[in-house]
Nanobody, 127 residues
Framework: AVEVMESGGGSVQAGGSLRLTCVAS????????MGWFRRVGRQEREGLAT???????VYADSVKGRFTISLDDTRKILYLQMQNLKLEDTAMYYC?????????????????????WGRGTQVTVSS
């Protein structure tokens, strides 16, 4: 089974930066998709960025230009570099993974197809 685990969250002042890391284990299939999502309390989960094993990536408008998703395919480590953080970026951030190719970007909003989810890492942005 594929398992993912996030790290790198913390507290940062508005305008600052953080890098989240997600380590995937058991991901032996060569084609797969991974993504970053976030949730504030009981609000609806928000898709931030997805990346496929071929390196292609898409972003939500809310983070485009500020967040960068990247993937170390060899080590199966996913990153989310977050810059110019805003108060509204405060949330629990989740990493997710799913097998196969050609579906992850379409699942940015729904999350459908991502079968492995981490427990999350909290990001708190203060003024």
């Amino acid at each position: 089974a594929v398992e993912v685990m996030e790290s790198g969250g913390g507290s940062v002042q508005a305008g600052g930066s953080l890098r989240l890391t997600c380590v995937a284990s058991g991901l032996t299939y060569p084609r797969y998709g991974m993504g970053w999502f976030r949730r504030v309390g009981r609000q609806e989960r928000e898709g931030l960025a997805t990346i496929e094993s071929d390196g292609s990536a898409v972003y939500a408008d809310s983070v485009k230009g500020r967040f960068t998703i990247s993937l170390d395919d060899t080590r199966k480590i996913l990153y989310l570099q977050m810059q110019n953080l805003k108060l509204e970026d405060t949330a629990m951030y989740y990493c997710a993974a799913g097998l196969g190719a050609g579906w992850a970007h379409a699942a940015l909003q729904s999350g459908i197809g991502f079968t492995s989810w981490g427990r999350g890492t909290q990001v708190t942005v203060s003024s």
